[in-house]
T-cell receptor
Framework: DVKVTQSSRYLVKRTGEKVFLECVQDMDHENMFWYRQDPGLGLRLIYFSYDVKMKEKGDIPEGYSVSREKKERFSLILESASTNQTSMYLC????????????FGPGTRLTVT | KNEVEQSPQNLTAQEGEFITINCSYSVGISALHWLQQHPGGGIVSLFMLSSGKKKHGRLIATINIQEKHSSLHITASHPRDSAVYICAVRSLGPGGGADGLTFGKGTHLIIQP
């Protein structure tokens, strides 16, 4: 079974803090993704990576950065957390093209106060 | 950018009813995914399809590429089918967030005993 794990299920941080969200997959997938999910907006792509040290901006990259130093691990970084980054964050991974199925982690519910 | 519309947004039905959830999109795609999200956040991929029809147990997914439309059907619905069902598409070529998916806002389904 494919396993995508995220470092925390729930996280509470203060405005201005630096926040790290970690995602690990055990299926040797090339692609990894970070999404955020908000009521009424659905899931939106923040960043994705198709190889180690490679990253591409998604639809809403502002206020976020990512790091992929190892194939199995993809980190999402909030340099200075703000209240509008309170959300559910979901990580996913997949093999490369042509039409890869994405496997999702359990999600991290982040609250910024 | 692909626009993905799902209907209905909310659906409450009685156990045993036949359920249909619809998804339409605006731009040609390479694949369409149906996802299920239970309370607590975890997302599971139900189907990935690019043409025709797929069936898994009581779930059936169909896609009409010409009409840019897909449906998810649940036969003999059961309370454990209660979840949010999400349609997601991977667009052809640039414009769909590259390998990232574009998601519908989801359909919140409740099956009452």
């Amino acid at each position: 079974d494919v396993k995508v794990t995220q470092s925390s299920r729930y996280l509470v941080k203060r405005t201005g803090e630096k926040v790290f969200l970690e995602c690990v997959q055990d299926m040797d997938h090339e692609n990894m993704f970070w999404y955020r999910q908000d009521p009424g907006l659905g899931l939106r792509l923040i960043y994705f990576s198709y190889d180690v040290k490679m990253k591409e901006k998604g639809d809403i990259p502002e206020g976020y950065s990512v790091s992929r130093e190892k194939k199995e691990r993809f980190s999402l970084i909030l340099e200075s957390a703000s209240t509008n980054q309170t959300s559910m964050y979901l990580c996913a991974s997949s093999f490369a093209r042509p039409t890869p199925e994405q496997y999702f982690g359990p999600g991290t519910r982040l609250t910024v106060t | 950018k692909n626009e993905v519309e799902q209907s209905p947004q909310n659906l409450t039905a009685q156990e045993g009813e036949f359920i249909t959830i619809n998804c339409s999109y605006s731009v040609g795609i390479s694949a369409l995914h149906w996802l299920q999200q239970h309370p607590g956040g975890g997302i599971v991929s139900l189907f990935m399809l690019s043409s025709g029809k797929k069936k898994h147990g009581r779930l059936i997914a169909t896609i009409n590429i010409q009409e840019k439309h897909s449906s998810l059907h649940i036969t003999a619905s059961h309370p454990r089918d209660s979840a949010v069902y999400i349609c997601a598409v991977r667009s052809l070529g640039p414009g769909g967030g590259a390998d990232g998916l574009t998601f519908g806002k989801g359909t919140h389904l409740i099956i009452q005993p």
